[in-house]
């Protein structure tokens, strides 16, 4: 009998658990940063315009409801964001400059700190994906060792942000991409752990533009 009145109140237990967050609706907003892509809008089709201003990302930023205490640890939110795409980029060949500088140099400093250049030198890299996998704009690559059937697979897909109201995001953006588009997929996780959880998707349609 004592076993059948400890398992009933077990089960009770589990099935007080409150909601997930405090507002009893879990929910999230998220936007393209204007301050890191200025001029970001939506248009009439859902679907968001970026501009390349000049810097190789975008950001996108949330604000997300607040946990009820049972999903707060010393006071830490047990609430996670993950970030995928549908755009990935292959490497073919990368070209970059850099200084050159002589054995006895000039310098633009007394103390000898700042060395002038006598040239430049140009380096080109080709072939870079046959040791460089596809990446994605999320910021994660897909490893050609990767096991499939591994229970950890899932959390190496995508990005993440963990015990944090706020989530930044940053994705690569050069001006290569203009003129394509790309969905990014967005899910929410309120209480990452065991018990009653909630989750949420939020989808961007994003058109790539340049500023010319």
């Given at each position: 009998?004592?076993?059948?009145?400890?398992?009933?109140?077990?089960?009770?237990?589990?099935?007080?658990?409150?909601?997930?967050?405090?507002d009893?609706?879990?929910?999230?907003?998220?936007r393209?940063?204007?301050l890191?892509?200025?001029?970001?809008?939506q248009?009439?089709?859902?679907y968001?315009?970026?501009?390349?201003?000049g810097?190789?990302?975008?950001t996108?930023?949330?604000?997300?409801?607040?946990?009820?205490?049972?999903?707060?640890?010393?006071?830490?939110?047990?609430i996670?964001?993950?970030?995928?795409?549908?755009y990935?980029?292959?490497?073919?060949?990368?070209?970059f400059?850099?200084?050159?500088?002589?054995?006895?140099?000039?310098?633009s400093?007394?103390?000898?700190?700042?060395?002038?250049?006598?040239?430049?030198?140009t380096?080109?890299?080709?072939?870079?994906?046959?040791?460089?996998?596809?990446?994605?704009i999320a910021?994660?690559?897909?490893?050609?060792?990767?096991?499939w059937?591994?229970?950890?697979?899932?959390?190496?897909?995508?990005?993440?942000?963990?015990?944090?109201?706020h989530?930044?995001?940053?994705?690569?953006?050069?001006?290569?991409?203009?003129?394509?588009?790309?969905?990014?997929?967005?899910?929410?996780?309120?209480?990452?752990?065991?018990?009653?959880?909630?989750?949420?998707?939020?989808e961007?349609?994003?058109?790539?533009?340049?500023?010319?």
């Amino acid at each position: 009998m004592l076993f059948v009145n400890t398992f009933f109140s077990c089960s009770s237990d589990k099935l007080n658990k409150p909601y997930p967050c405090l507002d009893g609706n879990c929910d999230g907003v998220f936007r393209i940063d204007p301050l890191v892509s200025p001029g970001v809008y939506q248009d009439n089709n859902g679907y968001w315009h970026i501009e390349h201003m000049g810097l190789n990302y975008f950001t996108i930023e949330g604000d997300l409801d607040k946990l009820h205490p049972d999903y707060i640890i010393n006071g830490v939110p047990l609430i996670e964001t993950g970030y995928d795409s549908d755009y990935w980029i292959a490497f073919d060949s990368l070209t970059f400059t850099v200084p050159m500088y002589s054995f006895l140099s000039w310098f633009s400093d007394a103390e000898f700190n700042n060395p002038i250049p006598i040239g430049n030198q140009t380096y080109t890299l080709t072939d870079i994906a046959q040791i460089q996998p596809p990446l994605n704009i999320a910021g994660y690559t897909i490893s050609k060792n990767m096991c499939w059937d591994c229970p950890y697979t899932e959390t190496l897909l995508g990005t993440y942000s963990k015990y944090n109201y706020h989530p930044r995001q940053e994705f690569f953006f050069d001006n290569e991409m203009a003129g394509d588009t790309t969905k990014v997929f967005i899910k929410t996780i309120f209480n990452s752990d065991v018990g009653q959880r909630v989750d949420i998707e939020n989808e961007f349609k994003i058109i790539f533009e340049d500023n010319d």
